[in-house]
């Protein structure tokens, strides 16, 4: 773990689904609130996760679409984690996910794809777990899917990089 900024994270990630995401007609948009804190974080294991939600949002986006990313700051009584907390929103355009799929989504090996293995979002659970933090998804059928996860502010000295 180190202390690190979470939006240089998400855009060092994105440099390396970008090209995927213009050869699939996907505008990414990224919005980042500040100021932001660092947090405390193995970056690799958070790239990880950026990169899992990426490749999915990409993934169900087969007509081309829309993958926004938000990071902003959020109050201890909003964030899923009751303490104050950075929260990451990943959106796409794409098909959504079935309400039946959803309570199953993060459990290893599940996937509806024929080409998943289903371990990407299970992996993501994990890391972001790890991290003391929680994910979750809200998804409309035909619509798209915003993935979120809350990872705590360490409490005492705030440094905070803008």
Request: aromatic content about 6%; proline content about 5%; overall charge negative.
């Given at each position: ?88 929103m990943i959106s796409d355009t794409g ?24 371990l990407g979002l299970a992996i993501a ?38």
């Amino acid at each position: 773990m180190e202390k690190a900024y979470l939006p240089s994270v998400m855009a060092d990630t994105l440099l390396l689904v970008r090209k995927l995401a213009k050869n699939s007609k996907i505008d990414v948009i990224t919005e980042v609130e500040e100021p932001i804190p660092l947090l405390s974080i193995d970056r690799e294991r958070i790239k990880q996760v950026f990169l899992n939600l990426f490749l999915n949002a990409i993934q169900a986006m087969d007509k081309g679409g829309t993958l926004s990313v938000k990071i902003f700051r959020v109050k201890a009584e909003d964030s899923m984690i009751a303490k104050d907390s950075v929260r990451t929103m990943i959106s796409d355009t794409g098909r959504g996910i079935d309400p039946e799929d959803l309570p199953y989504i993060f459990d290893p090996f599940f996937s509806r794809r024929s080409s998943g293995c289903g371990l990407g979002l299970a992996i993501a659970h994990n890391i972001i777990t790890e991290h003391k933090g929680r994910i979750n998804v809200v998804s409309i059928p035909g619509e798209g899917s915003t993935f979120y996860f809350d990872i705590p502010i360490d409490q005492g000295e705030e440094i905070i990089k803008t």
